[in-house]
């Protein structure tokens, strides 16, 4: 199983970006579906995650600026950043609970991407 992420970058404060990320591999359901972030020094914090009912939950940080949504049939979950902080820079990590074929269920996690928010 595979988590692959897009969409980060560098944008000024105020701006937006979108991040994508899409689990593939031998899966045959997935539960929760999310984001978290770590900046320098700090420890990984939830940002958001979405369950299969569309349940979301968002940290308090981010709550009405950042919108996270998914696509079960397409195994994709996006996370929308709207008026972004310089306090929002970090390594932005997708995270998947993926119940296998005939293998339990695992915790997955992407890559990472960078976000950058200049003042």
């Known amino acids: 199983v595979q988590l692959v992420e897009s969409g980060g970058g560098l944008v000024q404060a105020g701006g937006s970006l979108r991040l994508s990320c899409t689990a593939s591999?031998?899966?045959?359901?997935?539960?929760?579906m999310g984001w978290y972030r770590q900046a320098p020094g700090k420890q990984r914090e939830l940002v958001a995650d979405?369950?299969?009912?569309?349940?979301?939950n968002y940290a308090d940080a981010v709550k009405g600026r950042f919108s996270i949504s998914r696509d079960i049939n397409k195994n994709t979950v996006t996370l929308q950043m709207n008026n972004l902080k310089p306090e929002d820079t970090a390594v932005y990590y997708c995270?998947?609970?993926?119940?296998?074929?005939?293998?339990?269920?695992?915790?997955?996690w992407g890559q990472g991407t960078q976000v950058t928010v200049s003042s």
């Open positions: 591999g031998s899966i045959f359901s997935i539960n929760i």
């Open positions: 979405i369950n299969r009912s569309g349940i979301t």
């Open positions: 995270n998947a609970y993926i119940e296998l074929e005939r293998a339990g269920a695992y915790d997955y």
